[in-house]
């Protein structure tokens, strides 16, 4: 497994320390978190990997068949939900119909013994505070998508949480709203003192809401670190198309890195090992016929396997001796008449690579 | 309708154009015929003997036929148990409708069976039956006998017995069918904020299935009034203490099939109005 | 008719083996209204079973339902090639059915009241002949524990006694040896039928309850009968008719004779029946 980063070698018992086995026959998750209090941890990976199950784990939904889960020093696996300091705000919000957003957010301070009148004056703060103190009133069904996920935020922040869990919290949003609560959002979680954890499969709301990404794919942690460390460094092809890279791993010597798969790259950097190789794709220059005067001393003889338009740029899918992603303006793809099928030339430069030992 | 509908397609046919629209048109709304024959059909099948049974009635001597004390008895008798019997079908069907739905365990499709075993059993059967189980010398009934001196049979008690026993299944099945249709993770989201399972029931998802309660409520009110077989058997035929309607017009049947046509009239408009004044306060709101 | 006399044939046919046999049936069909066959029928059964066939179809009283069964078998044994079939319930819902046009040959009633409602539908043939008496008797639990030896013993208080409706024959008849005696008594129910209160006493449910001779003898041990002088006030009479529609007269009228027999009155009074 990869080298932990940052505070999970803390020995402090405050925040989060989980170990979470989940098997379930043909799946099986394995994962390690350990997470400040104060810090925002991010549960990044494609459909299916088994981020929502590690949430579920956390908040006592699904059970643990395996590993551990302390939380600031108190041993939580056998507690049930209902006894978890944990708030959690659910992928659809799950806001009770038949209450208002008031009351939504009074249910869990009614849970814990407070008194109606007094539950109903904390949950009015936390409305408050997230600026929704004049739907208080209004049953979900009137909320628009922002303000129903800020009264989930509220009704979970208001049992006052030790670990606050964030499912997906922005996928049910369209993209307008998507960028005003992502702001927003990302402000209340910095506000939060606890530990945070939110799980998504969309690399610009992980990177935008966390301090610290831990990618899980198959059920396992592939990598974790910070945003930028993970941007630039990725390890996985998913990641690596998640972030926007062409990525490759090979054999290094020297300037050249020969491919697992037969090709080779020459890189700016000096290594031996294996290694992988990552450059964006639009450090990749496309050619009608083999340049013959360009200075690069990468070229490939490639094949379009599919365009998809960006504003005004285009992304080329190549197939070829080795898969590629290139960007080119559209003025540029009109030029050199891409279409799926063309038979095309592929450059990059050196310098535009970045390799990293594996 | 139905001749509208037939005569429109046979002229559209003829003139060989417009056939479906006309057929629309006589229809309502684009009804295919291969439905809408049957549906009619199946229309006339339950309406037509309520209508006869208003054509037959006879409504010159109705007003002697019903002065009778017994009739309004009988009737007041109706209405009590087959409340008390929804109610008591309330308090136990709902829990058992959400174990059924709700909590995983083995053999679950077995207890599912025999909770709907009840609307396959002859009544008079589930009458027998509950005499061998709460009769005075039931396998139950002894020892409520001797322990509280509580019998059943042959009580109002009784007759709010059987009615529950072949009323409750309707209920639990309706309760169980809504609880599958909404949406577990509710309870989770409760159980998340510090609710315990009971509380999570009580305050998140009894509220969510309110519609489904009472759907299920009016069918087993409706089916508890109209029960004859248990009721007769558990709770035998008594003026005012166990006699319903139904008993009251099986036996009006054996001499007087006039005043049994009556008698079941007054439950009919009675059980109409209480329905139709249920459907558009609560049914309509959910 | 003519499908009925078809199938009659090919009836024949089977248990006769022989296309003759047709011709013999088709005599006895002209021959049937002829009522002097009737008694050959019961009488002689050896000379008249070759004469009758087909199907006969019994309404009977439920309370009718073993002793005719057994005639049944016995009118099939004697006259081979003849089935009856039987139809056992109330005889209010009994003479409904007829005067609703069900096809049936015989109808045997367990009062004269609702043998009243076929008659005066006009659907009987003939004057309908009492064949048995059923008498009222006190089913009591298995060992009479609280010692009922008389219809006055019922009215004792802390016994629990089922009555059939007054709607019902058996109830009417009660009610009129209740009369009789001017008793006022009390039930904790009002059956709907003979078999209802019976069945009471027989879970044990009810002490006591006044139903047919019959009926106690058919319960067996599970209930004990005691007699009363007032039942003789409330004797109840069975008609029996053939029915003016009968398909298969000739055999119908075979069948009454045998129960009218000697023969069927020792089935009959063997099952608590009082001759007439």
Redesign the interface.
Known sequence: MTETHGLAARTAPDGLDARLVVDRGAFRLDVTLTVAPGEVVALLGPNGAGKTTALRALAGLTPLTGGHLRLDGAALERTPPESRPVGVVFQDYLLFPHLTALDNVAFGPRCQGAAKAEARAQAAQWLDRLGLADHSGAKPRRLSGGQAQRVALARALATRPRLLLLDEPLAALDARTRLEVRTQLRRHLAEFEAVAVLVTHDPLDAMVLADRLVVVEHGEVVQEGTPSDIARHPRTDYIAQLVGLNLHRGHAEGHTVRLDTGPAITTAEVLSGPVFVAFPPSAVTLHRSRPTGSSARNVWRCEVAGLETHGDQVRAALTGVLPLAADLTTVAAAELDLHPGAEVWATVKATQTHAYPV | MTTTAKSDAASGTLRGGPRRRRVREGGGRGAPLPLLVPALIGLAFLVVPLIALLVRAPWRSMPEQLTGAEVWQALRLSLICATAATAVSLVIGVPLAWLLARVEFRGRGIVRALVTLPLVLPPVVGGVALLTALGRNGIVGQWLDSWFGITLPFTTAGVVVAEAFVAMPFLVISVEGTLRAADPRYEEAATTLGASRFTAFRRVTLPLIAPGIAAGAVLAWARALGEFGATITFAGNFPGRTQTMPLAVYLALQSDPEAAIALSLVLLAVSVAVLAGLRDRWMTAG | MTTRTARRNRRTLQVAGAGTAALLTLSACSASDDSSSVKSGSSAPGSSSDKLSGTVTVFAAASLKESFTTLGKEFEKQHPGTKVTFSFGGS?SLAASITGGAPADVFAAASPRTMKIVTDAGDASGTPATFVRNQLEIATLPGNPDKISSLEDLTGPGL?V?LC?K??PCGAATQKALDAVGLGLT??????DVK?AL??VE????DAAVVYRTDVKAAGDKVEGVEFPESAKAVNDYPIALLKDAPNADASKAFIALVQSAEGQKVLTGAGFLKP
Do not use: R
């Open positions: 209010d629990k089922v409706d709607e019902v039930p904790i129910s009002y059956e709907q209802g069945t009471k879970l044990k449910e009810a």
